[in-house]
């Protein structure tokens, strides 16, 4: 298995690794179902843009994990300036590695792939979301030693 940083090559990997991730999330969020519309191909639908724009940038990294020619895991990470630190700090916006691979070590040699990119653009504070019912990825966040310290909002302005 090795990690790589993802070029414009591998979009379609990228965008299908997202939408499984979606996908992931939305069968452990809701196990019953959901009344809300689902679109399992939000990123292969409308994230293609966005993936060109900030693949090459250097305030973002999308790391790629690979086996056998098959990529099994993702981990994206952008610099965010916060102005009242005076410095950027590191937000891990997606983190998913396929379940049958879970347990393996994907998972830290991808987040080991983005502390190394953070310290080399003078990051030094990592964070991320995660969602509440997402027990098994809390476990290995408390095991790379993230702490549990906010609440999250969101607000759909459509």
Not at 106 to 111: R, S, T
Request: hydrophobic share 35%; aromatic share 10%; glycine share 6%.
């Amino acid at each position: 298995m090795k990690i790589i940083k993802a070029d414009k090559t591998q979009k379609h990997a990228v965008l299908k690794l997202l939408d499984d991730f979606r996908t992931e999330c939305h069968r452990i969020i809701h196990p019953n179902g959901s009344k809300e519309k689902f679109y399992p191909s939000m990123a292969q639908d409308k994230g293609g843009s966005l993936f060109e724009k900030i693949v090459d940038s250097s305030t973002s990294a999308i790391f790629l994990a690979e086996e056998n020619g098959k990529f099994i895991g993702i981990c994206t990470v952008n610099a965010v300036p916060q102005i009242r630190h005076g410095a950027y700090v590191g937000e891990i916006e997606e983190m998913f590695v396929y379940p049958d691979h879970q347990g393996t070590g994907v998972a830290l040699k991808l987040m080991e792939a983005v502390e190394s990119w953070a310290k080399q653009h003078d990051i030094h504070f990592l964070r991320l979301e995660s969602g509440n019912e997402l027990l098994r990825a809390h476990g290995f966040y408390e095991k790379m030693k993230f702490r549990h310290y906010a609440r999250a909002y969101e607000k759909n302005i459509d």
